[in-house]
């Protein structure tokens, strides 16, 4: 890099955009040990920076020193060099290439340019270091910028720019408020801004509406027609890349955003989006470490997948949601991507899993499908939850199909998951004629070594033996249960029923402890029965006023989980509770 050029920013190309918000948010400089500015290629940084040093030498708040790095830096010597030069050209007026060079055996230390900077003062003076991004993470450049950052004296700043965050640690900078941070999409032209650039040009701003606020690619669209801009996105973005980093794009671009598990699972190999997206202009990161690229990467022409890939991509990202338990994601993925025929698989998973979806999703979900999936064994299966959640009274048909349904295409687990579902709706219907009819099937399952349906056959034991009143039935039923077999939904409501049977009998601390040890409930709605009968419990040891205290709050929050048997539940304790602690106006 010419030395003249590494000491001077550019000029502002005549009919630059002058873009005031940025402007006045780099006045910031002064006020801030460090301010850092990151985003991609094209989002017009240097152009900004050029403009800033330029404002500020009409009033000057301080002296500004320009150092654009170049890949050499890196080593950390010539950077260290040259960065004392600039500074004391400030101190003397000697431009930098004619500074004398000193000391050319062994580079200057942080501590060498700090003391120049203290020597200005009170004059305050900011470093301005553009392409900071060539300063790669353990680097002696990194490591000595990161040095001068610290030893600074307080008339000292600097501003760094580039294509990712810095490798220089700021973090209880940032915790001091000292840091501040200017990202991509603050970098991109506002509705304003691209009005005012689409008005210099004459051009109507509609024409606009495609270049997701980058400024190379309104720059680039104002002054050429047809697929040149793509062309552009191809030569001077996409082509650095690499083939696995242009695919890596693709993939979460036709996907609309992902984490590395998503990604990873899409594409059949490890991926770090951090890291592969690094230099990647218009990518939102999310919490989580989700990213989602702009909608307009899904117009460019060289990253369209093939129809087989794309669908092939898309299959392993939803078998990877589901098996993650995520079944609102891969259900609307594989909606929006018309993969009707794994709607009815997700559908069951999540009805049969542990974490099973509120009336309100499953509402959504139903009514989205698509009609030929509408009587798939899935879609029955949800429908019968459906019921079982709403209105238990109703659900026995619904379930009753859906056991027939997954007993006909052979999922066993499924089929067994719907017995599980209407035991539970006869059990809190007392229903023991209902039972009885289900119970067979149950034990045939067990009989052929099925080891859940054992399991749930000792949960089904126990329930029927709780409808007969044998409370030491109850506990002997569960004891047999082998553990770690139930899943978590099964082996709470197991533990609870346990807890119940023993508050009963008269040992409710015995009750409290199990209640208390129960995790937190996959499922909202019994999540609400374990709080109300820990409730329950503290009453039955004299916790009176605790309990009073949040009767309203758990009632509403039953009532918002929608499970018309709980609420009725809830309703009656809540109401008897208050009327025997002497608040009848809050039991009526």
């Not at 403009?51 to 170049?70: F, H, K, M, T, Y």
């Not at 078998?319 to 909606?335: Q, T």
């Not at 209407?422 to 052929?448: I, K, M």
């Not at 999540?527 to 916790?543: D, K």
Request: hydrophobic share 45%; glycine share 10%.
């Amino acid at each position: 890099m010419p030395r003249s050029f590494r000491f001077e920013p550019p000029e502002p190309r005549p009919g630059s955009l002058t873009r005031p918000r940025l402007l006045r948010a780099l006045l910031g400089r002064w006020e801030h040990r460090v301010t850092v500015v990151v985003g991609g290629p094209g989002l017009g940084k240097t152009t900004l920076l050029a403009q800033a040093v330029a404002e500020n030498c009409l009033g000057p708040r301080g002296r500004d020193v320009w150092i654009g790095l170049s890949p050499g830096d890196a080593d950390g010597d010539t950077l260290a060099r040259d960065v004392l030069a600039a500074v004391t050209a400030q101190a003397t007026g000697v431009a930098p290439a004619d500074v004398p060079a000193a000391g050319r055996n062994e580079a200057p230390g942080p501590a060498a340019v700090a003391d120049a900077v203290w020597r200005l003062s009170p004059a305050a003076l900011c470093l301005v270091v553009d392409d900071v991004h060539w300063l790669r993470p353990g680097s002696p450049g990194a490591g000595w910028l990161a040095a001068l950052v610290d030893a600074l004296p307080a008339n000292g700043h600097v501003l760094m720019a580039g294509r990712w965050a810095p490798a220089v640690p700021l973090a209880r900078l940032y915790s001091q408020g000292a840091v501040l941070r200017l990202v991509e999409d603050d970098l991109r032209f506002s509705d304003d801004e691209l009005a005012g650039f689409a008005a210099r040009r004459g051009l109507a701003v509609e024409r606009f509406g495609d270049t997701g606020g980058w400024p190379a690619m309104a720059e680039l669209t104002a002054s050429v027609e047809g697929e040149l801009p793509g062309d552009y996105l191809w030569e001077e973005v996409l082509d650095p890349l690499g083939p696995d980093r242009r695919r890596l794009l693709a993939a979460l671009s036709d996907l609309g955003g992902a984490d590395d598990g998503l990604a990873a699972a899409a594409l059949g190999r490890p991926v770090d989006l951090a890291r592969e997206l690094d230099g990647v202009p218009l990518v939102a990161q999310g919490a989580d470490g989700w990213r989602v690229p702009h909608p307009l990467w899904r117009t460019v022409k060289a990253l369209a997948l093939g129809p087989e890939e794309r669908s092939d991509l898309r299959r392993r990202a939803v078998d990877h949601l589901v098996a993650g338990a995520r079944h609102d994601e891969a259900f609307s993925l594989a909606l929006d991507a018309g993969l009707d025929d794994m709607l009815s698989g997700i559908l069951r998973d999540a009805t049969v899993g542990p974490l099973r979806p509120d009336a309100r999703r499953l509402d959504r979900w139903l009514a989205s499908l698509p009609p030929d999936v509408r009587d798939s064994p899935g879609a029955v299966l949800a429908a019968g939850l459906r019921a079982a959640l709403s209105s238990p009274a109703d659900a026995v048909e619904p379930l009753r199909t859906a056991i027939g349904r997954c007993r006909e295409s052979g999922d066993t687990d499924g089929e067994l998951g719907a017995l599980a579902l209407l035991g539970r709706v006869a059990w809190w219907r007392g229903d023991v004629t209902l039972l009885a009819e289900l119970f067979p099937r149950v034990l045939e399952l067990e009989a052929a070594g099925h080891p859940v349906a054992r399991a749930i056959a000792g949960v089904g034991r126990a329930v029927i033996a709780d409808l007969e009143g044998d409370d030491e039935l109850v506990l002997a039923s569960l004891d047999a249960i082998e553990p770690g077999v139930l899943d978590e939904a099964w082996q709470t409501m197991a533990d609870w029923l346990r807890a119940m049977i023993l508050q009963g009998r008269g040992d409710a601390a015995e009750a409290l402890a199990i209640l208390d040890a129960i995790p937190p409930a996959t499922d909202p709605a019994f999540a609400l029965t374990v709080e109300g009968s820990g409730r329950l419990t503290r009453w039955a040891l004299g916790h009176l006023d605790e309990v009073l205290a949040g009767v309203e709050d758990l009632v509403e929050r039953i009532r918002a989980a929608g499970i018309a048997q709980n609420l009725l539940v809830g309703l009656t304790q809540g109401a008897y509770a208050l009327a025997a602690g002497g608040h009848v106006e809050r039991a009526r």
